[in-house]
């Protein structure tokens, strides 16, 4: 069973508790925080009410920053050209406060995300429901504020950190906290997620779980390079298990090979007619992604080797001998699409590729042709099992090297079925170990929105990116590490907000 928004019944809920679920798109989120008015007698009294108030916190993630729009922060990874919400310019340098787009939406998306989160967790008390009803839902609650923060601190660092709803704007003038404080409550909340919620898999119900939970405290102490942190969390998830690696890597990413997926952990979650996203025209129709060739030629030959040195790989066909994740991932422009039925239909992009590349994953050519009434529901996955392993091994290679459990986790995930990569070579140096399992990530999870992250924390964004030009106009791509690792507070929040200190260089 999925968590869906239906019109005509829980947003009809959510209307009438407009101030509580919905904040203005136009203007800064402090305008519309949530006021004690709404709790009033004809809400909090049912098991309905909870449920709705609850399916509205989730909700919250059906915006750009937790969806298909996601893969335009690998353009500013350097792995996708072209993309949406001003991420082409972002990734030339040109990002300042008053930049608008990606600069505000993912404050807005977060902030929209945290307000309904901690109003829910201030009024949940009130609906006559058993306690330990209550103890999960505020655990699944307060799964999706850390994960709304931790997304926060990735872009922005410190920010306003704010735990419970407040009575007036002014109380919302605040300056920001350090990171570091932050942090602490996204541990902290996680925390008791982890003790509250069921041990169960997720997808059968699109709830928040305690693998979900662990799994998300893996990757926040992996960003902090908290290595037996994000080990321990990660170790947990494994000898838990609840989760194993999907053997259909492909249709892990469509419709048809989500429901019971043991690999999915958490997602953004859809379901036509009512709760539907653009994904297909998007990606199949608009072309707004266009993978970079560096992506291409990061997937090794069959034979575990990369291109520049494996006798297998052939440069006037690309696709030949190579890491099944590539076809996956992308495919050539010019390909047509093949459906299950072995019908061969051609794409009709609006435009060329920048690169000659366009996406395949996530994009369900049973659809085409796409127009506009197409509607997707292919869910969006932000947390999966091989994160998990990959989390695992990485952490653990920095503690003692490349241990036998270092490789058990990293050949787990080139191995799956349907995927049947060769296990890494033995002998590997920690670093050697290092950079095979960063390549490993890079593929495994392209265009799925993790690789800026990924660079950031890696310290690689400054050396790799300023080696890159767009492919249609030649113009190098600018990433200042002096203040480019963090992006600006949004000039609307500034302006309401005199105490919040705008980000170094902006």
Not at 191 to 219: C, E, F, M, W
Not at 265 to 281: C, G
Not at 401 to 427: K, Q, S, W
Not at 495 to 501: K, R, S, T, Y
Request: some cysteine.
């Amino acid at each position: 069973m999925k968590i869906y928004i239906i019109k005509g019944k829980v947003l009809s809920a959510i209307m009438v508790l407009s101030t509580l679920f919905t904040l203005s798109c136009e203007e800064d989120f402090l305008d519309k925080n949530p006021l004690t008015e709404i709790s009033s007698p004809t809400f909090w009294n049912t098991q309905n009410d909870a449920d709705m108030a609850l399916a509205g916190c989730y909700s919250r993630l059906n915006t750009s920053t937790f969806n298909f729009h996601s893969m335009s922060f690998d353009v500013l990874g350097g792995e996708v050209s072209r993309g949406d919400g001003n991420a082409q310019n972002m990734a030339l340098g040109l990002i300042e406060s008053t930049s608008g787009g990606l600069i505000s939406s993912v404050f807005t998306d977060c902030y929209k995300g945290i307000a309904s989160c901690n109003y829910f967790l201030a009024n949940i008390d009130k609906t006559p429901i058993s306690a330990s009803t209550i103890n999960t839902y505020k655990a699944e609650v307060l799964f999706l504020r850390a994960l709304f923060y931790f997304t926060l601190t990735d872009y922005y660092g410190g920010v306003p950190l704010y735990t419970e709803p407040f009575e007036n704007i002014d109380e919302a003038k605040v300056a920001q906290s350090s990171k570091t404080e932050v942090i602490n409550q996204v541990i902290s909340d996680l925390d008791v997620a982890i003790a509250q919620l069921p041990n169960t898999d997720y997808s059968s119900s699109g709830h928040a779980v305690k693998g979900s939970a662990l799994a998300l405290k893996s990757r926040v102490l992996l960003f902090q390079e908290d290595w037996s942190g994000a080990a321990a969390a990660a170790q947990q998830v494994m000898t838990d298990g609840k989760f194993s690696l999907s053997n259909d890597f492909k249709n892990m990413f469509l419709k048809y090979g989500q429901d019971g997926n043991p690999e999915i952990m958490f997602s953004t979650r859809y379901l036509n007619p009512d709760n539907s996203s653009q994904q297909d025209i998007q990606i199949e129709w608009w072309g707004a992604w266009h993978p970079r060739a560096e992506l291409r030629d990061a997937f090794e030959c069959t034979d575990g080797l990369p291109i520049s040195t494996s006798p297998l790989y052939d440069p006037n066909n690309f696709k030949s001998n190579r890491d099944p994740r590539l076809e996956f991932t992308l495919k050539p422009f010019d390909d047509p699409a093949i459906k299950a039925s072995g019908e061969v239909v051609d794409y009709a992009y609006n435009t060329p590729s920048s690169t000659g590349l366009m996406p395949t994953k996530g994009a369900d050519v049973e659809e085409l042709p796409v127009d506009y009434s197409t509607k997707s529901e292919q869910d969006w996955i932000l947390i999966r099992y091989a994160e998990v392993l990959l989390n695992f091994a990485e952490a653990t290679n920095e503690i003692s090297g490349p241990t036998t459990e270092v490789y058990d986790a990293v050949n787990a995930v080139r191995g799956r079925p349907g995927i049947d990569m060769p296990p890494l070579p033995a002998g590997l140096t920690k670093d050697e170990m290092r950079a095979r399992i960063w390549n490993e990530r890079r593929v495994e999870f392209a265009l799925e929105g993790l690789r800026f992250g990924d660079i950031k924390r890696w310290k690689l964004a400054e050396t790799y990116l300023n080696t890159l030009v767009e492919p249609d106009s030649g113009t190098p791509r600018v990433f200042n590490p002096a203040k480019h690792y963090l992006w600006p507070f949004p000039q609307s929040e500034m302006d309401v907000n005199p105490n919040l200190q705008q980000n170094p260089g902006y």
